[in-house]
């Protein structure tokens, strides 16, 4: 009796142990965090994160939005002042990544951003990539300014409730970036 029972103790244990080096079925190219909309973009509110994360990834997808616009701006539009603001853009916001990635990875508890896309931004992407000229300057205008009103209120949030002192930090010190991004963005409404 006690070999029975030894023997399918053991047999159990092989078909636990065989479980855990089993390959995941899903594809590795799929996101497997939580639901993914139509646009295969995560949906934030299905995925439980720390306020760190939920910011960083929001900061992160912030300069994603502003940089991937601004690309298609500065082929885009026909204003030379939405060309040069484009241009400052891509560098500030290039720069911005940047220091967040070092904000995250230093905190007591490494974060590391997550930049996806909101579903909103990626639909004004893909508006942004149906226009061209004077049509393109006006959307692009508009989505800078939402953009980075939206932008200011997370930073201004952050900076003054987060949980993460890099982070908070990060975000003290692009509260005034950002103020002078909204206010370049305002100037070129025609």
């Keep these: 009796m006690k070999v029975k029972s030894s023997i399918l103790a053991l047999a159990l244990t092989g078909l636990v142990l065989g479980g855990c080096n089993k390959k995941s079925e899903t594809p590795a190219n799929d996101v497997a965090v939580g639901p993914v909309n139509s646009v295969n973009t995560l949906d934030p509110a299905s995925v439980a994160e720390s306020p760190g994360q939920s910011f960083a990834n929001a900061a992160a997808a912030s300069d994603t939005f502003e940089v991937e616009s601004s690309k298609l701006a500065v082929i885009n539009s026909q204003s030379v002042s939405v060309k040069r603001f484009a241009e400052t ?45 004077a049509d393109f300057d006006a959307a692009y205008v508009q ?3 939402k953009g980075h009103r939206e932008t200011l209120e997370k930073l201004k949030a952050y900076s003054a409730t987060g949980d993460v002192p890099t982070l908070k930090d990060f975000a003290t010190k692009l ?6 991004h909204l206010n370049m963005a305002e100037s070129l409404k025609s």
């Design 143 to 145: 989505a800078q300014i």
């Design 175 to 180: 509260v005034p970036i950002v103020v002078g």
């Design 89 to 133: 853009m891509i560098k500030a916001h290039t720069d911005s990544t940047a220091k967040l990635t070092q904000a995250a990875s230093s905190a007591a508890s490494p974060i590391v951003p997550q930049p996806m896309l909101t579903t909103e931004q990626r639909q004004t992407l893909d508006m942004l990539k149906g226009k061209k000229g």
